[in-house]
Nanobody, 131 residues
């Protein structure tokens, strides 16, 4: 059973930092790529980053601009997204997701940015950035 559970969101001041966690059940981290996404009020969901399961390389969407860092702890079955120097525009619900496809090159190719209904998503965690 695929289970992705995000946590760590909350109220953060502008310029502050927060680290989000995503618990991935079973062998998800052993076999599949995982990505972080967000959806701001009134906007479409957008990708922020993707961790390639094989190469362990992280690919970031351009707008992240070095402010976000994605990592994982396979022993704890956790994937993290550290958000730094937060801006009000970073207010959103943050999701982790996977395409559940072995040997997928979705991170490297950018395909992960188009993950959608056929893929697997957590319930999300809210990050609110305020002055």
């Amino acid at each position: 059973q695929v289970q992705l559970v995000e946590s760590g969101g909350g109220l953060v001041q502008i310029g502050g930092s927060v680290t989000l966690s995503c618990y991935a059940s079973g062998g998800l981290l052993d076999y599949f790529n995982l990505g972080w996404f967000r959806q701001a009020p009134g906007k479409e969901r957008e990708a922020t980053s993707c961790l390639d399961n094989v190469s362990e390389k992280v690919y970031y969407t351009d707008f992240v601009k070095g402010r976000f860092t994605m990592s994982r702890d396979k022993v704890k079955r956790l994937v993290y997204l550290q958000l730094n120097n937060l801006e009000s525009e970073d207010t959103a619900v943050y999701y982790c997701a996977t395409d559940l496809t072995m040997a997928s090159r979705a991170c490297e190719s950018g395909e992960y940015e188009r993950w959608g209904e056929k893929d697997y998503w957590g319930q999300g965690t809210q990050v609110t950035v305020s002055s």
